[in-house]
């Protein structure tokens, strides 16, 4: 599958992905990146944020054209998963399922719901947001990421990320992969669609 993206990606390209919100806006187009097999990309350690506070180059106005690319699909790496597929992980101890989004999310206390409070049933949390410095907007270093993915038995088992709606759980799914973790996936759907359907299994609390 080929496309002409407008950015002039082409399969040599260097792609640098960067966000001036939250980092996962710029992990999740890694992660798409990443699921049709093309490798010549990372993120910008710190973001916008970062880059800015350090006086580095900036521009403003029109973006300068760029002559479209030939980006082709190599492979699809089957990284994004389905609800069917997140059902049957449910009391599999060989799979993790981590929920990415904020803990009063998680327990159902307070924040955006999706539909349905709560989390997926027996899913454990390490919001994507614990995992950066909150004065740099870098991620940690590996040492203290690795020490919250083994806090939550993440790194020797399968890991499905989830969030509200695949962004936030692509930066949980990033820092896996940085982490040399071989087995990561992501519930594109996330509670967008788990919490709307009264027959998926949540709980509170």
């Known amino acids: 599958m080929t496309s002409r993206p407008r950015c002039g990606v082409n399969n040599t390209t260097r792609v640098v992905t960067y966000s001036s919100a939250n980092v996962w806006w710029a992990t999740r187009l890694w992660w798409l990146l990443h699921e049709f097999g093309y490798d010549n990309a990372a993120v910008l350690n710190g973001g916008w944020q970062k880059w800015s506070r350090e006086g580095r180059p900036v521009e403003t106005g029109p973006s300068r054209p760029r002559p479209a690319g030939n980006f082709v699909v190599r492979e699809v790496r089957n990284l994004m998963v389905g609800k069917d597929e997140v059902l049957r992980a449910i009391g599999n101890g ?59 038995g993440a790194m020797d088992r399968q890991v499905i990320n989830y969030c509200g709606g695949g962004i936030a759980a692509s930066a949980d799914a990033l820092a896996l992969v940085m982490l040399g973790h071989k087995d990561v996936k992501l519930y594109d759907a996330s509670l967008s669609e788990w919490a709307k359907d009264p027959t998926l299994p949540m709980e509170t609390g």
């Open 94 to 152: 060989a799979i993790c399922t981590i929920n990415a989004l904020q803990p009063q999310q998680h327990t159902g206390g307070g924040g955006n719901s999706y539909g349905r409070p709560g989390r997926i049933a027996g899913s454990v949390n390490l919001p994507a947001a614990h995992l950066l410095d909150p004065d740099t907007n870098t991620f940690l270093p590996a040492d203290e990421l690795r020490k919250r993915f083994e806090a939550v």
